[in-house]
């Protein structure tokens, strides 16, 4: 159980996190709040008590539980190896998420190919763009109407939503990546 200090310690550095990660100055959060700017002041500098009903006001000024004002303050990042990372195998070609979140709509992956292999893409929704990226090598993207070779930095944007296949034709490992956003 945390002491009123510690409370206090939290909610001074929560309170100041979240309104400069929302780009608010105390003013912007005052008439967000309905709280008197002096008081969010207060609240920042630790030297404050608050009721309940501020509390409330802060966390729906700031859209957040008021849990999240009073807690300890969360870590600002969390390191992800690269095989923490959700990945699967299409006939030899590594694909990788890049991102440990789901991103609603969205698919961002890493493409590891071995020299000379090939994968066929699958349609995505109508509407769909699909962004390839080469980071390593080059890679070869052939679709229903045209074939593009990209070399290290290259971007190619294309329907997603045709017929489609990647392939390594060297003798050398590239990767790419891949990114599909819907229409």
């Known amino acids: 159980m945390s002491t009123p200090e510690e409370l206090a310690a939290n909610l001074s550095r929560n309170l100041r996190q979240l309104r400069e990660l929302r780009g608010c100055t105390q003013a912007r959060l005052s008439a967000l709040a309905g ?17 309940l009903a501020v509390l409330c006001q802060l966390a729906g000024g700031l859209q957040v539980t008021i849990e999240e004002l009073i807690s300890p303050p969360r870590h600002m990042g969390r390191l992800y190896k690269a095989g923490e990372l959700p990945r699967r195998d299409n006939r030899g070609i590594e694909l990788r998420q890049v991102v440990p979140d789901s991103i609603p709509g969205i698919t961002l992956e890493r493409m590891a190919f071995p020299p000379h292999s090939r994968m066929t ?58 990114m599909i956003m819907p229409g």
């Open 35 to 51: 709280v008197p700017r002096p008081t969010i002041a207060a609240l920042e500098a630790g030297g404050s008590n608050p009721t």
């Open 121 to 178: 893409g699958v349609p995505h929704p109508p509407g769909s763009r699909e962004y390839l990226i080469c980071e390593v090598g080059s890679v070869t993207l052939t679709t229903e109407s045209h074939r593009w070779v990209l070399e290290v930095g290259d971007v190619v944007v294309y329907r997603g939503d045709q017929s489609h296949g990647y392939s390594n034709p060297h003798g050398v490992h590239a990767v790419a990546f891949t």
